[in-house]
C-alpha cells in the first residue's frame, strides 16, 4: 500500500449492506474496520471520507419485503433506521450514508450506464442460465445440474432459478488483459496478496461478458430509455462508491473523495470489487480505487454467521452488556485482517476479561485511585526521571511510531497487540516500583509523585494510541486525567508523552471495563436474591463483625426510580432506570416476583452505588438496592416514607 503519511485525504468504504434484515456482528466487523481506519486518519491530519450504507434494490429485497407483506421501500426503511440505530451504539463515525434509492445514486447510475452505451461497452442480447437470488448473482456454466435438473449456487447452497431473458451485457471479455496488467502494475490493489492471487488466476482463465439488466426484476433502477429492463442490482450498488462520493452532482467533491484509499469487502464478495468493479471503472474513464481490502469471516460453531443458517450473534445483546468499545476491541485484536475468526461467548469474555478489565482497566483504576489517595488527586513535582522511569517514556514514543505504522498499514491487531504489550510494560513498572510502599515513607513523595506521573502519562498515551478503536473509553480516560480536551481534538503529532505534567486536577476512574463471568453473562439468576442463612430472619448473629471503616466503604445513596421494565424473556428481573441527582443509572433487580413495573415508578429506595458492575442476562447493572429477603426467597424493598432528594448519602 503506498504510504500514508503523504497523503491529505484518505477514504474508506464498507460494502452496502442489504436491507433484507438488520446487520449482525459479521456486519459490524467490516464497519467496524472502516471506522477505527477512519479514526487513525482522521488524527493523522487527513481529510477522511468514510462511506457506509445500504444495498436496497433487487430480486433478494423483492422477495423478503413480499414475504413480509410489505413494499421493498417499507422494509428498507425500517431496516435502515435499526442499522444506523446499531452504528450509533458501536460508535460509527461514518461521513456519508448513501442509500441505493437515493435520487443522486439513481441519477448517477443512469448517466453512468448511459456512457457505457455511447462508448459501445454495453449491447443487447440474450441471457440463458442460471442464477442465485440470494447471492444476487449468475452461476459459472460449469456448474453442475443436480439430479432433478436444477443447479444449486456452489457459494451458498440455495437452488439457483433458471433464466431465459433479453438483457443488455457489458464487455467483461475485453478487460481480461487489462485487468491482469493493473495487478501486475499495482500488487497493492487487492489485498492480502493472497487473494490477488486467486483473483489474478480467476481472471486468467478468460472472462465472459456480464448481464447487467434484468426483465423480471422491477424492483431497482430503470434502464434509461428502455424502463422494461431494471439495472442488475450489482451495477446499481458497485456504483455507490462513486455517487455517494459525489459523481457526478458535485465533482469537485467527487475529486476529493474519489478514488478511495481502502475499500473493505468481506472474501465472499471480492470478485464483485475487484473484476468487475475496477471493470466498470476502467469502461467509464474513472479511476479505481487503491486498495481492494478482503477480510474475513466470523463464524460460529466453525460455520459463517448469516441470517439464513440462523446462527447469528446479536450485536445488541452484547452491547447493552459491553457497551461498544470491548466488542469493537475484540473483533479488531482476535485475526488480523484477512482470516477468519471463531466468535464465542468464552473466547470473547476471556479477551476482554483479561485485556480490558485485568490489564488495562486495573492499571487505570490502581493508578488514579493512588493518585488519589497519595495526593488528593493532584501530582505535585516529580523526582528527576531515573533510567527506570525514562523507558517508559521512551518505549512510548517508539509505540507512537510503531503504531502509526501498523494503522497506516491496516494491520489493525497488529497495533493492539504493540500497545498491550506496552501496557504489560507499565503494569510491570508499577509492580517493580511499589508505589504502594513508597506511599509510606513521607521522604520519597517526590519519588512517588514521579512514578504515578509516569504511569499517567503512559495511560494517557495508550489510550490515545486505543482511541480508534476505542473511542468512548479512551475519552473517559482523558476525562479522568483532567484533560480538557478529547483525543479526537489532539493530532497524532503533537502528542507527547511530556505533554501529561504535575498540577492537573485528576478524578477517580468509574468503571471502566466491567469484568463479566459467562455464567453472569448468560443468567438472570443473578439478580435474585441469594438463598443461604442471611436470606431469612434467623442467623442474624452468624456472620462476622464488620468495623464502622468497612460499613463506611459502602457507598449508600437514596435514589428514585424513573423507569421500569420487564426483560424480555426473563421472570425474575426488572430493569429499572434510577435518578441519583447527579447521574442516572440502570440497574436489574431480581424483584419481578413481588413488584410490577408500574408500581416502582417514582418510589425512592436505597441503593449502593460503589459495587462492581455486574451483567446480568447481558444487562450491565450499575447499582444494587436493599431489599430484605421473605421466608420463600422474594425481595421486599424498604422505600422512603417521605421526600427525599435522589443522590442523599444514606449512613
Ligand atoms: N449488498 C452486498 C454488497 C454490495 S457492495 C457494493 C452484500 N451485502 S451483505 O449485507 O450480504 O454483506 C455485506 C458484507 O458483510 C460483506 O462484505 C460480507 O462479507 C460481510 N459479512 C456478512 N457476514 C459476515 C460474517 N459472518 N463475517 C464477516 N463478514 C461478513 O454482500
Known amino acids: 500500500m503506498a504510504k500514508t503519511s503523504d497523503r491529505r485525504t484518505f477514504t474508506v468504504t464498507t460494502p452496502i449492506y442489504y436491507v433484507n434484515d438488520v446487520p449482525h456482528i459479521g456486519h459490524a466487523y467490516t464497519t467496524v474496520i472502516a471506522d477505527a481506519l477512519a479514526r487513525f486518519h482522521k488524527l493523522a491530519g487527513r481529510d477522511v471520507f468514510f462511506l ?21 421501500k417499507a422494509l428498507a426503511d425500517s431496516v435502515v433506521g435499526r442499522a444506523q440505530g446499531l452504528w450509533r451504539a458501536l460508535d460509527i463515525s461514518y461521513d456519508f450514508f448513501v442509500r441505493t434509492t437515493m435520487d443522486i445514486h439513481k441519477t448517477g447510475v443512469q448517466k453512468l450506464f448511459r456512457r457505457l452505451v455511447d462508448r459501445g461497452e454495453i449491447y443487447k442480447g440474450e441471457y440463458k442460465g442460471w442464477y442465485c437470488v440470494s447471492d444476487e448473482n449468475f452461476l459459472a456454466d460449469d456448474v453442475a445440474l443436480e439430479a432433478d435438473g436444477s443447479k444449486i449456487c456452489p457459494d451458498c447452497g440455495k437452488r439457483a432459478s433458471a433464466l431465459s431473458e433479453e438483457t443488455y ?39 465472459k461478458d456480464l448481464s447487467i439488466t434484468r426483465t423480471t426484476v422491477k424492483w431497482g ?60 471503472l476502467m469502461a467509464a474513464g474513472l479511476p479505481l480505487p487503491r486498495t481492494v481490502f478482503s477480510h474475513g469471516w466470523w463464524l460460529k460453531d466453525d460455520t459463517k454467521m448469516s441470517k439464513s443458517k440462523g446462527n447469528v450473534l446479536d450485536p445488541h445483546v452484547l452491547l447493552k452488556a459491553f457497551g461498544p468499545d470491548p466488542i469493537r476491541y475484540f473483533l479488531l485484536r482476535e ?11 468464552e ?24 493518585i488519589g489517595n497519595f495526593f488528593g488527586g493532584e501530582i505535585p513535582e516529580p523526582a528527576p526521571e531515573t533510567a527506570g522511569d525514562a523507558k517508559v517514556r521512551t518505549g512510548f514514543d517508539e509505540l507512537k511510531g510503531r503504531a502509526f505504522d501498523l494503522y497506516g498499514a491496516c494491520a489493525l491487531n497488529k497495533a493492539l497487540e504493540e500497545i498491550w504489550a506496552y501496557i504489560g510494560l507499565v503494569n510491570k513498572y508499577l509492580a517493580d516500583n511499589q508505589p504502594w510502599i513508597m506511599a ?41 486525567l483532567g484533560e480538557a480536551r478529547k483525543p479526537a481534538e489532539v493530532p497524532w503529532e503533537a502528542l507527547d508523552f511530556r505533554g501529561f505534567g504535575p498540577g492537573r486536577k485528576i478524578g477517580l476512574p468509574q468503571a471502566l471495563f466491567p469484568r463479566v463471568a459467562l455464567k453472569d453473562f448468560l443468567a438472570e439468576d443473578a439478580a435474585a436474591p441469594a438463598p443461604g442463612p442471611e436470606s431469612t430472619t434467623k442467623g442474624v448473629m452468624s456472620m462476622d463483625q464488620i468495623s464502622y471503616d468497612e460499613f463506611r466503604k459502602m457507598d449508600l445513596r437514596a435514589a428514585r426510580i424513573i423507569e421500569a421494565e420487564r426483560v424480555p ?20 433487580a431480581g424483584i419481578a416476583e413481588t413488584y410490577a413495573p408500574e408500581d416502582l415508578v417514582g418510589k425512592s429506595l436505597i441503593v449502593i452505588v460503589n459495587l462492581k458492575p455486574a451483567v ?34 444514606v449512613k
Open 616 to 649: 446480568i442476562r447481558g444487562i450491565e447493572s450499575q447499582a444494587m438496592l436493599l431489599a430484605a429477603v421473605t421466608p420463600d426467597n422474594k425481595a421486599l424493598i424498604p422505600f422512603f416514607d417521605r421526600d427525599v432528594a435522589p443522590g442523599a448519602v
Open 347 to 370: 473466547g470473547f469474555l476471556h479477551r476482554v476479561n483479561s485485556d480490558l478489565a485485568n490489564d488495562f482497566g486495573n492499571l487505570v483504576q490502581r493508578t488514579l485511585t493512588m
Open 440 to 480: 509510606k515513607d513521607p521522604e520519597k513523595r517526590p519519588r512517588l509523585a514521579r512514578v504515578l506521573l509516569q504511569a499517567a502519562a503512559a495511560i494517557r498515551g495508550a489510550s490515545y494510541l486505543a482511541f480508534p478503536v476505542m473511542p468512548r473509553s479512551a475519552e473517559r480516560i482523558w476525562g479522568f
Open 169 to 207: 451485457f457489458f464487455r467483461l471479455s475485453a478487460y481480461r488483459d487489462r485487468l491482469l496488467e493493473h495487478y501486475e502494475a499495482h500488487p497493492e490493489f487487492v489485498r492480502p496478496q493472497s487473494r490477488l492471487n486467486e483473483v489474478a488466476s480467476f481472471v486468467r482463465g478468460g472472462l
Open 52 to 72: 457506509t450504507g445500504t444495498d436496497e434494490h433487487g430480486q433478494k429485497i423483492e422477495r423478503a419485503a413480499a414475504e413480509k407483506g410489505l413494499s421493498p
Open 335 to 345: 485475526i488480523p485482517i484477512g482470516q477468519d475468526g471463531n466468535f464465542s461467548h
Open 569 to 588: 424473556g426473563a421472570t425474575k428481573i426488572l430493569k429499572l432506570k434510577i435518578d441519583l441527582g447527579a447521574e442516572q443509572r440502570q440497574m436489574v
Open 221 to 280: 433502477i430503470p434502464v434509461p430509455g428502455d424502463p422494461k429492463h431494471t439495472i442488475y442490482v450489482w451495477f446499481d450498488a458497485l456504483h455507490n462508491y462513486v455517487t455517494a462520493a459525489g459523481f457526478d452532482w458535485d465533482m469537485g467533491r467527487f475529486e476529493k473523495h474519489w478514488p478511495a484509499d481502502v475499500q473493505l469487502v468481506g472474501k465472499d464478495i471480492l470478485r464483485f470489487h475487484a473484476v468487475y468493479w475496477p471493470a466498470f
